[in-house]
């Protein structure tokens, strides 16, 4: 009886974690069943958001295309190799970047800080590009009140949420292709529309500007704000790879949603900003496409904001696991998520977007980094440290100073650097300065500590193919 009672019980968890997409713990061997292209196509979601296109036309406009097209080559090879790193440690130990915290040199609890913020950012995202959606449609209903629009398609994204990645993936498999012909359309008009800049669009330097130099700078600060999402992104999806799938996918999921979403879109940015001299692409997408630029709006808002609600709420869904117990599973989160987003809507957060963008960007490559130092340098190198991932609280510390001390460390230098407090230059680099002092005092305090507050105790048994190898 006791034993039918556990069977019931584990089965009873099983499903629990199934619903949840696995938030609370690694995905089990048999769960890791996807391809490198599905996954890969799942994360195109957020490559394909017009934010790449707006960050294109604002660049370009403000600081020149060639330092524009430069700083977006920094920017693939940057988050590329970062999200290689990351998409490999999760597919290899099945969870993502929450979970591989816990025992990547946080601790439970502090991996608890990494969660919650992390989680407010994708909700914060998701309120930005609602916004965009939001604006573009109510240019065609201008008599409708925007709040009306901003509940509507706020609420959209809770059920095209609800089945978790299996959903997922068959929307966006399903969406990619309508998406390609818009995309592809308003490439096509763009030739044939009056242009109001008439010179060469990628040779375009407003007055004063040259190449290289601060404006260079300004063109990598504002890429060095989303760079650490993309790459830390890829965990939430890659942990359900392909065991054989596993190194070319890694690639493949670091690199071609970087290349497509600040070399494509950006590149695509560039172009339509300069030719028609605006930085919103909401004014020159319905230019080109009409009441089909808001259905291209629609369908690409949609398709990010469904990949930020569900990173949110598994994040969500870890925080309030190891602060407070609560388990209501990852559905509820979803609500949360989406009411959340809906409110910072409504309370107009894009007129905050820069003080945030700023904080978030020092923040999340600071983590990236420490994940990807951890790993490589303090697991594999210097043999500190499990070579494994464990989730758990029963065989962790709740605080690891290693990680803890060093995000607190460099997001404070890295804020105030990025506040302009240690000069241009700092100011400009703020980001990528946080992450190299981060990925420095990760590797000090794990010599200084010697490992000691990796594990309480071992796990009995660990997967050799869960194993860094």
């Given at each position: 009886?006791?034993s039918?009672?556990?069977?019931?019980?584990?089965?009873?968890?099983l499903?629990?974690?199934v619903?949840?997409?696995?938030?609370l713990?690694?995905?089990?061997?048999?769960?890791?069943?996807?391809?490198?292209?599905s996954i890969t196509?799942?994360?195109?979601g957020?490559?394909?958001a017009?934010?790449y296109?707006?960050?294109?036309?604002?660049?370009?406009?403000?600081?020149?295309?060639?330092?524009?097209?430069?700083?977006?080559?920094?920017?693939i090879?940057?988050?590329?190799?970062?999200?290689?790193?990351?998409?490999?440690?999760?597919?290899?130990?099945?969870m993502?970047?929450?979970?591989l915290?816990r025992?990547?040199?946080?601790?439970?609890?502090?991996?608890?800080l990494?969660?919650?913020?992390?989680?407010?950012?994708?909700?914060?995202?998701?309120?930005?590009?609602?916004?965009i959606?939001v604006?573009a449609?109510?240019?065609?209903?201008?008599?409708?009140?925007?709040?009306?629009?901003i509940?509507?398609?706020?609420s959209?994204?809770?059920?095209?949420?609800?089945?978790?990645?299996?959903?997922?993936?068959?929307?966006?498999?399903?969406?990619?292709?309508?998406?390609?012909?818009?995309?592809?359309?308003?490439?096509?008009?763009?030739?044939?529309?009056?242009?109001?800049?008439?010179?060469?669009?990628f040779?375009?330097?407003?007055e004063?500007?040259?190449?290289?130099?601060?404006?260079?700078?300004?063109?990598?600060?504002?890429?060095?704000?989303?760079?650490?999402?993309?790459?830390?992104?890829?965990?939430?999806?890659?942990?359900?790879?392909?065991?054989?799938?596993?190194?070319i996918?890694?690639?493949?999921?670091?690199?071609?949603?970087q290349?497509?979403?600040?070399?494509?879109?950006g590149?695509?940015?560039?172009?339509?900003g300069?030719?028609?001299?605006?930085?919103?692409?909401?004014?020159?997408?319905?230019?080109?496409l009409?009441?089909?630029?808001?259905?291209?709006t629609?369908?690409?808002?949609?398709?990010?904001?469904?990949t930020?609600?569900y990173?949110?709420?598994?994040?969500?869904?870890?925080f309030?696991?190891n602060m407070?117990?609560?388990?209501?599973?990852?559905?509820?989160w979803?609500?949360?998520s989406?009411?959340?987003?809906?409110?910072?809507?409504?309370?107009?957060?894009?007129?905050?977007?820069?003080?945030?963008?700023?904080?978030?960007?020092?923040f999340l490559?600071?983590w990236?980094?420490?994940?990807?130092?951890?790993a490589?340098?303090?697991?594999?190198?210097?043999k500190?440290?499990?070579?494994?991932?464990?989730?758990r609280?029963?065989?962790?510390y709740?605080?690891?100073?290693?990680?803890?001390?060093?995000?607190?460390?460099?997001?404070?230098?890295?804020?105030?650097?990025?506040?302009g407090?240690m000069?241009?230059?700092l100011?400009?680099?703020?980001?990528?300065?946080?992450?190299?002092?981060?990925?420095?005092?990760?590797?000090v305090?794990?010599?200084?500590?010697?490992?000691?507050y990796y594990?309480?105790r071992?796990?009995?048994?660990i997967?050799?193919?869960?194993?860094?190898?």
């Amino acid at each position: 009886m006791k034993s039918e009672k556990k069977t019931m019980n584990e089965f009873t968890d099983l499903n629990e974690d199934v619903e949840s997409d696995y938030s609370l713990d690694r995905v089990p061997r048999e769960e890791r069943n996807k391809s490198w292209l599905s996954i890969t196509n799942i994360t195109f979601g957020i490559a394909t958001a017009i934010f790449y296109f707006q960050m294109g036309s604002v660049m370009a406009l403000s600081y020149g295309a060639i330092n524009a097209m430069i700083s977006s080559v920094y920017a693939i090879v940057v988050a590329g190799v970062l999200g290689t790193v990351i998409a490999y440690l999760s597919a290899k130990s099945g969870m993502n970047v929450n979970l591989l915290s816990r025992g990547g040199g946080f601790g439970y609890v502090g991996s608890s800080l990494t969660s919650l913020i992390y989680a407010s950012n994708f909700i914060m995202y998701c309120a930005f590009e609602g916004l965009i959606l939001v604006s573009a449609v109510h240019h065609f209903f201008p008599t409708l009140p925007k709040w009306i629009f901003i509940i509507v398609f706020g609420s959209i994204v809770i059920p095209l949420n609800w089945f978790g990645i299996e959903q997922l993936d068959k929307l966006q498999k399903w969406s990619m292709p309508v998406f390609m012909v818009f995309l592809i359309a308003a490439i096509v008009i763009s030739f044939y529309k009056p242009a109001v800049y008439a010179g060469s669009v990628f040779s375009y330097m407003p007055e004063g500007v040259t190449i290289g130099g601060t404006a260079l700078l300004m063109c990598i600060g504002m890429h060095n704000g989303i760079m650490g999402l993309t790459a830390l992104l890829a965990s939430d999806y890659a942990r359900f790879l392909k065991p054989k799938d596993i190194k070319i996918g890694s690639v493949m999921i670091g690199f071609i949603p970087q290349i497509f979403c600040f070399g494509v879109m950006g590149g695509l940015g560039i172009w339509f900003g300069v030719r028609f001299m605006e930085p919103d692409p909401g004014v020159y997408i319905v230019l080109l496409l009409g009441i089909g630029g808001a259905l291209f709006t629609m369908l690409t808002q949609i398709r990010i904001n469904v990949t930020n609600i569900y990173s949110s709420s598994l994040s969500l869904s870890n925080f309030f696991e190891n602060m407070f117990r609560f388990t209501p599973g990852r559905r509820f989160w979803v609500v949360v998520s989406g009411i959340s987003a809906i409110l910072l809507m409504l309370g107009n957060i894009v007129d905050h977007l820069d003080t945030m963008m700023t904080f978030q960007g020092v923040f999340l490559l600071s983590w990236a980094a420490i994940l990807v130092t951890d790993a490589l340098v303090v697991k594999k190198l210097l043999k500190i440290g499990p070579n494994y991932y464990v989730a758990r609280q029963e065989y962790l510390y709740k605080w690891n100073p290693v990680g803890v001390a060093s995000l607190l460390a460099a997001s404070l230098l890295g804020t105030l650097a990025a506040l302009g407090y240690m000069g241009i230059f700092l100011e400009s680099t703020a980001a990528f300065f946080a992450a190299l002092l981060a990925a420095i005092l990760t590797v000090v305090l794990a010599i200084f500590t010697k490992g000691k507050y990796y594990l309480r105790r071992q796990p009995e048994h660990i997967h050799e193919q869960d194993r860094l190898t």
